[in-house]
């Protein structure tokens, strides 16, 4: 059981934010992701595209965002649980939540705080009828462990940066990569399709456009996958391999947090927004693009508000009746959980002869 | 408002809506979709508009003559699914006089 003083759903900005706001106030904060690394939609969609509404920043790129995100909180030492989804809450006699997510992982908190974006980012799956009864057994969405492909023919289809990078990096790896695309343009940083041309052409990567796959072939596991030469042309052939990676992009799905018992509307949480961004069940906030209440606007730097507003209720929650001002960082510095201490430099007092 | 101008959407149910959409506030297919709230919130415009997601994809039913696809565009729905030969992505129509009478269907959620 990871026990924590706010639990937070979603490592995105508003998440990560929290983290920090938490922190002045002495609060640990541990976070749920579905993604495999922390930054959400900043990290997952556009990490090398920029933004210009982040207040004090003319132009900042979303995954630089992120890592400075990190590097704001870190001091406060957050835990991550990554690559797994929060599935179901259940609220304790002490008042407290265990959240537990797909894989069993448990989670107990007395203030959950949900700052789930759009929801938890699902794989799109490829419409190959029997692709479901492959999932686990040769089909992948995600790479987790590239170990897994060591010496093995992996299929990878997709025309973007995952399919690009993770060609490029299964080639060292695996005995054999063949990367599908339905097109012969790939939508992708220059240099990692610079990358797969240079990897084509030393022969790593058989690169099989345009064109499609539209069956997998195996008992129970895959064995090949059938591959469609562009509709033009009717010509049909298998490729035998050990793993089949589709890499068409995530779509967010607001998923089992809608079972929660929270208010719903427009796939999004009804929150008080007047106060502190709690939902309708004592305990829970919901904050960031997740939550709606009139007037709602989905900007990250909305985001930081209510994070920043939401520590303070979970603070009264925690420490019920304790007294508390709001302190400046410029004045009292910034104590981190790991030992360290920022403050701004002593005045300098001289006196002019 | 004379800058309006109307177009007729027909939603992932079906129902085909006529609407006004200005064309004097920078906006896109996409985000008149979602200003009439024509689909539900989180299952279009994902991205924001960057031609990096496909969930504003639509078929487009009248002959009416939209500016040329972009590379990104055009990269975008060759990764996408239920792509057709009239496919578009919505967040890269901007609506302009020359669109009036457009008529589009969303493609399916994906």
Known sequence: MIKTDILIIGAGPTGLFAVFEAGLLKLKCHLIDALPQPGGQCSEIYPKKPIYDIPGFPEVLAGDLTTNLLEQCKQFEPGFTLGERAETIEKQKDGSFIVTTNKGTKHQA???AIAGGLGSFEPRKPLIDNISSFEGNGVEYFIKDPEMYRNKRVVISGGGDSALDWSIF????????TLIHRRNEFRGALDSVDKVQELKNLGKINLVTPAEVINIVGHHEVEAVVVAQSKNIEKEFEIECDHFIPLFGLSPKLGPIGNWGLEIEKNAIVVNNALDYQTNIPG??????VNIYPGKLKLILCGFHEATLMCQAAY?????GKKYVLKYTTVSGVNGFDGTRKEAPKQVIKAID | MEQDITIKITDREGVTHKVLAPTDMAMNLMEVVRSYELAPEGTIGICG??????SCQCYVVSDTELPEMQDDEEA????????????RLGCQIHITKELEGLEVELAPES
């Open chain 2, 76 to 87: 975008m729905l060759s990764e996408a699914f239920y792509v057709k030969g009239n496919s």
């Open chain 2, 49 to 54: 508009g960057m031609a990096m997601c496909a």
């Open chain 1, 170 to 177: 299964l080639s060292d790896i695996a005995s054999e990569v």
């Open chain 1, 316 to 320: 009264q929650i925690i420490n019920p």
């Open chain 1, 110 to 112: 007395p203030v959950v």
């Open chain 1, 284 to 289: 829970i906030f919901a904050i960031g693009d």
